[in-house]
């Protein structure tokens, strides 16, 4: 692709992931479900206007990196910090039962393979895309709803917070041993140093940051230091410890989240993200999947993919919750509340594709599973809340 025909590729994904995304919004779907579907229409799919380039890759990676530290950025560390020990155990548990499930999945489907083959590792990094959840649209639910801020609503929000960062540093292992000339001892040390290293270079940048913050409030210095931040720390975090440069964004949004300011940061960062970075990353996953070899074995397994991925979080997390305490009607609103999935997702698919641990074929099993959750979650909640609170629903 020559430097001219890539403007022109821009303007298209744009303006097609808008409109897209605001014909999914009317449809009361995410608007990354629009975005991803832009991408599989005006890409080789089907009308083939935008083909693959390594510029709309380095623009996506921008927008991936862009959105985890917006994602860190949101954070509400104080709500993180108080949910105790219940929240952070429906997360593990959360994490782990959709890993060993789709791992378990994979391989029952396509048979199993020795420890160290790219099979197994195939099969782990399946579940790997299970672990993560997306909250956003189960907080829109409840936020209808009105029970939001109620016990259980504050504890689904929690336990998905923590979610994000146990699937964050599961996606760094996974990757990490994938890598041959990495060995187990290897990727912890290297976890554990980059650990180590981000709790210094955090606390030595929030209190910088902190006082720029009070000396130039709501000025635009401040968004443009904490970008700064976000792609130092994604170099830094792949190129000296070999780990996911995402999770450096991420780290760099946590960082900054108890900022004064936070919010203004992340707004500004926002407007990059909602105009140009976000809607290429999102319109690319389209762009990449491959719809020519979708045979009627692929539709099979995309069918059990998305089945065991909803029930295995459900499973988790409800039964987490009942061992708590929580009532069967409760645990069963977390269970059900965990289950949506959305960018979070895709970027560890987008990642998984650029190491070599996924076929694109199966960013369509993904895309399946981000709109059967979004569409079944606030049904099925309403449903539940319907049902114990049957006065309020008719409200």
């Given at each position: 692709?020559?430097?001219?025909?890539?403007?022109?590729?821009?303007?298209?994904?744009?303006?097609?992931?808008?409109?897209?995304?605001?014909i999914a919004q009317k449809?009361?779907?995410?608007?990354?479900?629009?975005?991803?579907?832009?991408?599989?229409?005006?890409?080789?799919?089907?009308?083939?206007?935008?083909?693959?380039?390594?510029?709309?890759?380095?623009?996506?990676?921008?927008?991936?990196?862009?959105?985890?530290?917006?994602?860190?950025?949101?954070?509400?560390?104080?709500?993180?910090?108080?949910?105790?020990?219940?929240?952070?155990?429906?997360?593990?548990?959360?994490?782990?039962?959709?890993?060993?499930?789709?791992?378990?999945?994979?391989?029952?489907?396509?048979?199993?393979?020795?420890?160290?083959?790219?099979?197994?590792?195939?099969?782990?990094?399946?579940?790997?895309?299970?672990?993560?959840?997306?909250?956003?649209?189960?907080?829109?639910?409840?936020?209808?709803?009105?029970?939001?801020?109620?016990?259980?609503?504050?504890?689904?929000?929690?336990?998905?917070?923590?979610?994000?960062?146990?699937?964050?540093?599961?996606?760094?292992?996974?990757?990490?041993?994938?890598?041959?000339?990495?060995?187990?001892?290897?990727?912890?040390?290297?976890?554990?140093?980059?650990?180590?290293?981000?709790?210094?270079?955090?606390?030595?940048?929030?209190?910088?940051?902190?006082?720029?913050?009070?000396?130039?409030?709501?000025?635009?210095?401040?968004?443009?230091?904490?970008?700064?931040?976000?792609?130092?720390?994604?170099?830094?975090?792949?190129?000296?410890?070999?780990?996911?440069?995402?999770?450096?964004?991420?780290?760099?949004?946590?960082?900054?989240?108890?900022?004064?300011?936070?919010?203004?940061?992340?707004?500004?960062?926002?407007?990059?993200?909602?105009?140009?970075?976000?809607?290429?990353?999102?319109?690319?996953?389209?762009?990449?999947?491959?719809?020519?070899?979708?045979?009627?074995e692929l539709l099979l397994?995309?069918?059990?993919?998305?089945?065991?991925?909803?029930?295995?979080?459900?499973?988790?997390?409800?039964?987490?919750?009942?061992?708590?305490?929580?009532?069967?009607?409760?645990?069963?609103?977390?269970?059900?509340?965990?289950?949506?999935?959305?960018?979070?997702?895709?970027?560890?698919?987008?990642?998984?594709?650029?190491?070599?641990?996924?076929?694109?074929?199966?960013?369509?099993?993904?895309?399946?599973?981000?709109?059967?959750?979004?569409?079944?979650?606030?049904?099925?909640?309403?449903?539940?809340?319907?049902?114990?609170?049957?006065?309020?629903?008719?409200?």
């Amino acid at each position: 692709m020559d430097r001219i025909a890539f403007f022109r590729d821009l303007a298209i994904i744009i303006v097609s992931a808008k409109i897209c995304g605001l014909i999914a919004q009317k449809l009361k779907a995410p608007q990354v479900v629009g975005e991803i579907i832009a991408g599989l229409l005006i890409g080789p799919c089907v009308f083939g206007f935008v083909g693959h380039s390594d510029y709309l890759d380095l623009i996506a990676e921008i927008g991936v990196v862009m959105l985890m530290f917006g994602a860190g950025l949101e954070t509400n560390m104080k709500d993180l910090l108080k949910t105790g020990p219940k929240a952070l155990l429906i997360a593990c548990v959360g994490v782990f039962v959709p890993l060993a499930g789709g791992t378990l999945f994979y391989s029952c489907f396509y048979g199993f393979e020795s420890v160290g083959s790219d099979g197994f590792y195939h099969a782990v990094f399946i579940g790997t895309i299970m672990t993560a959840t997306s909250v956003g649209i189960t907080v829109q639910t409840l936020k209808e709803l009105g029970h939001l801020k109620e016990s259980v609503g504050t504890l689904i929000m929690s336990a998905a917070i923590i979610d994000d960062v146990i699937g964050i540093i599961v996606l760094t292992f996974v990757i990490g041993f994938k890598n041959p000339d990495s060995k187990p001892t290897t990727v912890l040390i290297n976890t554990g140093l980059f650990i180590v290293s981000a709790f210094a270079v955090g606390f030595i940048s929030y209190y910088i940051f902190k006082f720029i913050d009070k000396r130039y409030p709501h000025m635009r210095r401040v968004p443009i230091l904490g970008l700064a931040l976000c792609m130092f720390m994604a170099f830094a975090a792949e190129e000296f410890f070999g780990i996911a440069d995402i999770t450096g964004a991420y780290v760099a949004g946590l960082i900054l989240c108890s900022l004064k300011d936070s919010d203004y940061i992340a707004r500004k960062v926002d407007i990059n993200s909602y105009m140009l970075f976000g809607p290429v990353f999102f319109a690319s996953i389209g762009l990449k999947t491959e719809l020519d070899g979708f045979t009627s074995e692929l539709l099979l397994f995309s069918i059990g993919f998305v089945l065991v991925a909803l029930i295995t979080k459900v499973i988790g997390c409800g039964i987490t919750a009942k061992l708590l305490g929580y009532n069967f009607n409760e645990s069963l609103k977390v269970g059900v509340g965990m289950m949506t999935r959305g960018e979070v997702a895709l970027i560890v698919s987008q990642k998984g594709l650029s190491v070599g641990m996924l076929d694109a074929k199966y960013f369509a099993s993904v895309i399946l599973l981000i709109i059967v959750s979004s569409i079944t979650t606030p049904i099925v909640l309403k449903l539940l809340y319907a049902k114990s609170h049957p006065a309020k629903a008719e409200n």
